[in-house]
């Protein structure tokens, strides 16, 4: 059995999985407690390997944490740690994990394809695997941080939140803010994958994240990840490290 702790900006991730990749327990907490790590092997004493990613800098002290209970656990740090492509990327030192292991999901999940993957989250990411390596990408505020500066450093513009809803134009503040917001990003993930697909013939494209639902319909060419690229990511890189375990 394997477990996988993924901590990112706003939240963490517990999953458990069984040796066929069978998602056993899934937990979502905002930080992981030391008493809630012996629960959790209590209730699965058969983990034998883990691995952690966090972008919150407290990788070491995690990895600590899972040692006292579990034999093999992999702090995955992109700027050292082996996976199974290439990462090209200039700075890996400042590479967030969630990303790297994002784009090692995608390309375990559809090889000798050029990839574009956009995660909706607490900032956009629309990162690229291309000739089977990770090549970098570019990071823009998500949704609710768009939602959230739009009030914070205006007046009188109320806090408006993601909608389905699709209007040519708002005909209130709220609908304007709302459709101001929502259609920007529209246009601006529209226009990513009009320039990646004259670049890319052999191509997918990967929406993932909270707020892809939001997209799915509005943009038809790209597809929603069925199970999630950063999870399945981590476990390819904790395989790959830990083939003699």
Do not use: W
Request: charged residues 25%.
């Amino acid at each position: 059995m394997r477990l996988i702790v993924d901590v990112g900006n706003s939240r963490a991730k517990v999953v458990v999985l069984d040796n066929r990749g069978t998602t056993l327990e899934e937990r979502i907490t905002e930080s992981i407690r030391s008493e809630d790590v012996a629960q959790l092997i209590e209730r699965h004493p058969d983990i034998r390997k883990a691995i952690v990613a966090t972008t919150r800098g407290n990788g070491a002290e995690l990895k600590a944490l899972l040692k006292e209970h579990i034999d093999y656990v992999l702090h995955f740090d992109p700027a050292t740690t082996p996976i199974p492509i290439g990462n090209l990327y200039h700075t890996p030192k400042t590479l967030g994990a969630d990303r790297l292991a994002a784009a090692v999901g995608v390309a375990a999940m559809y090889p000798a394809t050029d990839i574009m993957v956009i995660d909706f989250g607490t900032a956009i990411t629309i990162d690229y695997v291309v000739g089977g390596a990770f090549v970098g990408g570019n990071i823009s505020p998500g949704v609710t941080t768009r939602f959230k500066a739009l009030a914070d450093y205006t007046a009188c513009l109320p806090l408006c939140s993601a909608t389905e809803e699709v209007l040519d134009y708002g005909a209130t503040t709220r609908e304007a803010i709302e459709q101001g917001v929502m259609r920007g990003v529209e246009h601006e993930i529209r226009g990513y994958i009009e320039e990646f697909l004259r670049k890319n013939s052999e191509n997918r494209i990967i929406f993932t994240g909270g707020d892809a639902k939001y997209f799915v319909e509005r943009i038809k060419n790209a597809i929603f990840a069925d199970c999630e690229p950063v999870l399945f990511g981590l476990t390819t890189i904790l395989e790959y490290n830990a083939e003699e375990f």
